[in-house]
């Protein structure tokens, strides 16, 4: 299963990006990972195959949304709202079953930078 990111870039405080993960692979838990520098790999939030579970980290409920469209094979994290601590690298995942942990990942993509600056 290949996972390709995209949307990261630079963006105020309060501001809002959009990722996107096109992925290979049918039937997997989607989600996303971040990692900030010095810090571990932390879970963001995941979306099951049917779309009608989402799962969120506290720190980003309320104003990160993600979702998916089957049709193209794609997931989207709409992130609003944006403060300087969710700068990281953020990486899309998939998992047969789960995604709460980096353990649980099966697959990987490749990381995209989300930069907020204050």
């Known amino acids: 299963v290949q996972l390709q990111a995209s949307g990261g870039g630079l963006v105020q405080a309060g501001g809002s990006l959009r990722l996107s993960c096109a992925t290979s692979?049918?039937?997997?838990?989607m989600g996303w990972f971040r990692q900030a520098p010095g810090k571990d790999r932390e879970f963001v939030a995941s979306?099951?195959?049917?779309?009608?579970?989402?799962v969120y980290a506290n720190s980003v409920k309320g104003r990160f949304t993600i979702s998916r469209d089957n049709a193209k094979n794609t997931v989207y994290l709409q992130m609003n709202s944006l403060k300087p601590e969710d700068t990281a690298i953020y990486y899309c995942a998939a998992d047969q079953y789960r995604l709460k942990d980096p353990t649980d990942v099966d697959y990987w993509g490749q990381g995209t930078q989300v930069t907020v600056s204050s």
């Open positions: 692979g049918r039937g997997y838990v």
């Open positions: 979306v099951v195959w049917s779309g009608r579970t989402t």
